[in-house]
Every structure is written in structure tokens, then in C-alpha cells.
């Protein structure tokens, strides 16, 4: 998969459609790889209000739940996992970027790994094609936060921008912290790749970024608001249109069924874990209160459901697939 | 869309794909309609040992809730479908057929409403044929149960046989019921329909028809099982392979966010209540203590997840999607 993946990010188009749904495989032989191997193409859409968005997979990778969790103990995180029928030693981590139409703009939330994660990866412009959309015609990127699951897809590594026409939104706080050369300097190693990963993806183009403060509209229907403590300037959306809501939590949990059950755990992800928590609990509380639907970037594809009050924590609710919008 | 749909139940393969995939719609307009009203194909291919499962969706109808449940009051159901992040009104009722491929074999596991449903329904065909299969080269069709959601994607209105070379299959308790000319004659008016339309859709080639017993293994990895009460023959299958296994429960709930979670609740559809209430008890009782995967037909699609005790009922967690089998 991992070859033809890379193969098809240079190819275009065509050749990513080929793998969405390979010309005649509706008549080849049922025994064929092809139409074994195929799954279908990762997007779903759905409307809120006049909005349309679309869930765009770019894939999963396996997280080892050692060492995962810092504040709980390794027994009581597989005991989680045995409850939400995942696997015991590793959970799938999802990465989903949404594309939202809105007020005649196309506009990517968050853009995947690129060609920089597992090969189960990178998924997210192949399945971008399978729903009808061009890289090239995307008009903004908006950056939730600065790891690099969210914006490697900006970039690959040969340089390449994968949006060329699109203009690049980020959040003032998580540009400030990430590009000041002294607080790189001064950073433990461990944090050091991420400050050049944002400079490697960035760097090149900085006046074609625009840097967005929280509390405003900053493109159709879409308002920035403060959800920091996963990094100092993580940032969720809230999505308004004709009276309907959706709220993008993006990293405000890692995988709902270990997260929102236990609101309390600090993912190693989290960088100020306490001011994370406390953000986390505020926010679904209010979702829980208010039924507000709600997006994750990490939650199992198509990534949007519901929290309910669930003892000391919170249940996930998926919303229901549906065929038609 | 209802006329997209007939139009692609006749004009097979090509436009079948076309709907699923449009040709071209890569690099056009994203403003076009084509790309717009799309969702991604209705189909989801998982593994149980060496067994491929794809789950079709078929589309979905809305229901009302009122005169839904038997045995509860409309304000408990609306409750219910409030906890659950449903509409109170009329909740979305899904229809999955399922395809397997086992021992060399394709095998159609119940085929959907065909051309006798709601507009939204009646789709899979077109998602059979976007996961590569072709109705032409389905082996065996095997039949839970005798309702018009299950059987009439076999046979068009028009008299058309849809999966022209497979060997049908049906339980033998089933048909002894339905094909019963005096019990027909017997019944009240409101159930004369379930018996002329099995006569419709079986009765132009009865002796394509093979019935099996319960307890057998009726093709490769797939052993039928009594799950009676819904209908008098209705039978859940026991998928099992390579030391994996998977239990179809067909109609043993119909939404599980309703009926797994109240499993004592009768739906309308249950043809002996009691019975189906005793029968879905020890099924979901055994699936709880044996963490059994589990697939329904009327579960939101893909249709398959695990189920836990919960209070006085259970609590139904879906299977993550993955992009690689």
C-alpha cells in the first residue's frame, strides 16, 4: 500500500481515482486483488446548515498504550481498551482533516501526515480526489495546532506544496511559540524536531501565512476559539450555519473511546497536561449540556458524534451514517 | 436520487460505477452538483480469519416511533432516541445485506428492499458493484427471514431475477411457514401481503430454492443458527474462520441504539413478541459474556460492533473503520 500511495501522490488525479475505484473492477473477477484489497474510499459528507463538510480519512497507525497514558496506571488503560472492544496493546490512531464548502469557498481543516508517517498514512489527498475535490483549487488551509500529524500534509518532503493556491491560516499563539528561535534553543531535545518540522513546512513561504486570533470568524461560518493546553495555541473550530452547530474539537481528546471516558487521562500528546485537562472537561461538559455534534481530529473515521454524561466521565455517540445528505 | 437508482438498476456496471465514482469529477468544478450531493459508496470490507466480509448498504427510511414499540410508552422510545442522539420523531432505519467471500465461494447474505421501498433504499446493487462484485457472479443467496426488506432485492417488480445465476437459500422453517397455502388463507388481512409477496418473489422458480436446517453449516464458514421469534424461521449465522468468528444476529434487534439498548422492548415487526424478547435476551446475554463481534442488519452502517452489559440492557460499541483490512 505504502508504494502505491506514494506513487499516486505524484501521479494525480487519475491515478488516485484508479485506487478509489479502479476502472472495471465492477466486472473483473471478483478474485482479483484489486477488488479484495479495496476498501472504500475514506470521505463523509454531511451538512451543517448551508455548510457541507467532508470528512477526509488520511489513515491510521497503530499507538502502543505503553507509555501512552502519563496519569494512569498501564492496567487501568488496557482495561479501557477491553471495554471499547480495542486492542489491548496498541489502539489505531486516526488522523482526520475535514474540508468545509462555505460561502463559495473550499477550505481544508488540518491536513494529515503527507509522506511523513507509517505507510498506513498520508491518505488524506488520495481520498481528498475520491470526493471530488483539487488540491489545487483548495482556497485556505486552516492549522489547528502545529504537530505534525495536522500540518505535515502542507509540505512533503521533497518541498512540494500540496496546496499551492491555498492561503495558510494559523493560530497567532502556536505561530508565536513555535517559530521563537530562543525558545527553540532553549527547548529539551525531545521538543526540538517538532520547532524545525514547523520551520521545514513554513519556512518557505512565511508571508503566505496568515496568523488568526481566537474569538473571531475568521473564514465563512467558521470561529476560532481557545482550546489550548494540547500545545499553547491548539485551537478548535466552531461551525455555524442556518441555525446548526457543529464543534471541532480536533486534539481536545486523543481516541474518544479512552478520552471522553476518562476526561482525566493526559495523553503523552498533551504539552501543559493540567491546563489540557482542564480545558477538556470544560468543553465537553458544555457539549454534553448543550448536545452540541461534535468533530475530532483523532476519533474513528468519519470522526463526528456526540458526548452524553457518563458516570465520572463522558460516552461517545457516532452519528449515524447516512447515504444521502 | 430515486431516479438516478432505477436508472442504474438497469443501465448496470458503468453507470453503476459512474454514481459511485463520476468519471472526471477529480479534476472538475467542486461547485458541480455531481460532487456536491455524492457521499462515498455504501460498502465496508472487513476479515474474520480468512473470510471477506463486505457490508452493503441498501440505504435507509425513516420510521415514525409512534406505534413503533409495543410494550413501551411513545415519551420512554422518544427518551430513548434522545439518549442515543436520534431524531424523536421518525429514527433512520438501515438495511445491510452482506457479502462473503469463503471457500472460493461469493455469498449474498439477504438482498435488500430492490424497487419496493422508499427512494432512499434499494441501493445495493450499485454498492455491490462499487465493491467490485457483479450480481451475475453471486454463487448463493442465503435468506434470513421472509420480510420484504430481505428477500425483494432478489426480484425486481417487473419480474426480473437480480442474482440470475446464485442457488437461494432459506431456512426450511421459513418457507414451511410462508409457502403454507391454508395458513395464508388463515391469516389476518394485514399479513395476506407477507405471504403473496414471498409467493412473488420465490415462486417463479421454487425449485432454485434450497432449504436448510438449523445447526448445519450451510456453506463455508457459515453455520445457520435459530433465532427464532422475529419470524417464525428466523435464523442468525455463526461466521467463523481461522480461529475467528463473527455472529450476523439479522433482525434480533431492529436499531440497536434502541432495541440492545431496551432489549425487553418489543418492536412491531416481531411477529411473536415474547419469544423474540427471550431470544434476543440470550443471544446479546452470550455476545456480552463472550465479547463476540456481532453484525445487524438494521444497525447504522457498516453494521457491525460489540455489545456490553449496561444497567438492565447492554450498550452497543461500533467496530473502528479501518482504511486496510
Redesign the interface.
Known amino acids: 500500500?505504502s508504494v502505491s500511495r506514494r506513487t499516486l501522490l505524484a501521479a494525480g488525479?487519475?491515478a488516485?481515482?484508479g485506487l478509489?475505484?479502479?476502472a472495471g473492477?465492477?466486472?473483473?473477477s471478483?478474485?482479483s486483488a484489486?477488488?479484495?484489497?479495496?476498501?472504500?474510499?475514506?470521505?463523509?459528507?454531511y451538512k451543517i446548515g448551508d455548510i457541507?463538510i467532508t470528512a477526509v480519512?488520511d489513515?491510521?497507525a497503530p499507538r502502543p498504550l505503553e507509555n501512552f497514558v502519563r496519569n494512569a496506571d498501564i492496567a487501568e488503560v488496557r482495561k479501557a481498551a477491553e471495554?471499547?472492544?480495542?486492542p489491548t496493546d496498541a489502539y489505531?490512531n486516526?488522523f482526520t482533516p475535514m474540508v468545509l464548502?462555505s460561502g463559495g469557498k473550499?477550505i481544508l481543516i488540518d491536513t494529515g501526515l503527507g509522506d511523513t508517517g507509517a505507510p498506513?498514512t498520508g491518505?488524506a489527498v488520495t481520498n481528498l480526489?475520491?470526493?471530488?475535490?483539487?488540491p489545487a483549487?483548495v482556497d485556505i488551509v486552516i492549522i489547528s495546532h502545529f504537530h505534525g500529524d495536522h500540518i505535515n500534509g502542507l509540505r512533503l518532503k521533497d518541498g512540494t506544496t500540496v496546496y499551492p493556491n491555498a492561503e495558510i491560516m494559523v493560530p497567532a499563539p502556536e505561530w508565536a511559540f513555535w517559530m521563537d528561535d530562543a525558545r527553540m534553543a532553549q527547548s529539551p531535545e525531545g521538543l526540538k524536531g517538532s520547532f524545525q518540522n514547523a520551520r521545514r513546512v513554513f519556512g518557505p513561504n512565511p508571508k503566505d501565512v496568515k496568523q488568526f486570533e481566537w474569538g473571531k470568524e475568521i473564514a465563512p461560518g467558521i470561529t476560532a476559539i481557545d482550546a489550548s493546553g494540547h500545545t499553547p495555541g491548539h485551537t478548535a473550530f466552531v461551525i455555524q450555519s442556518a441555525g446548526k452547530s457543529l464543534t471541532h474539537v480536533v486534539d481536545l481528546t486523543n481516541h474518544p473511546?479512552l478520552f471522553v471516558r476518562h476526561p482525566d487521562w493526559s495523553a503523552i500528546f498533551d504539552m501543559d497536561a493540567d491546563k489540557a485537562r482542564a480545558t477538556r472537561r470544560r468543553m465537553l461538559d458544555m457539549a454534553a449540556a448543550e448536545?452540541t455534534q461534535l468533530a475530532f481530529y483523532h476519533a474513528?473515521?468519519?470522526a463526528t458524534?456526540?458526548v452524553?454524561k457518563e458516570g465520572n466521565g463522558f460516552?461517545y455517540?457516532?452519528?449515524?451514517?447516512?447515504?444521502?445528505?
Do not use: C, I, N
Not at 455517540?317 to 445528505?325: C, E, I, L, N, T
Open positions: 500500500m488525479p487519475a488516485a481515482a478509489a475505484m479502479p473492477a465492477q466486472t473483473s471478483p478474485t484489486s477488488s479484495e484489497d479495496r476498501q472504500a474510499p475514506g470521505f463523509y459528507r457541507e480519512h489513515g491510521s471495554e471499547a472492544f480495542l489505531q486516526t464548502r473550499t498506513t491518505l480526489r475520491a470526493a471530488g475535490f483539487d483549487r473511546r448536545r474513528p473515521f468519519p458524534g456526540h452524553r460516552e455517540v457516532p452519528v449515524q451514517w447516512m447515504s444521502a445528505m
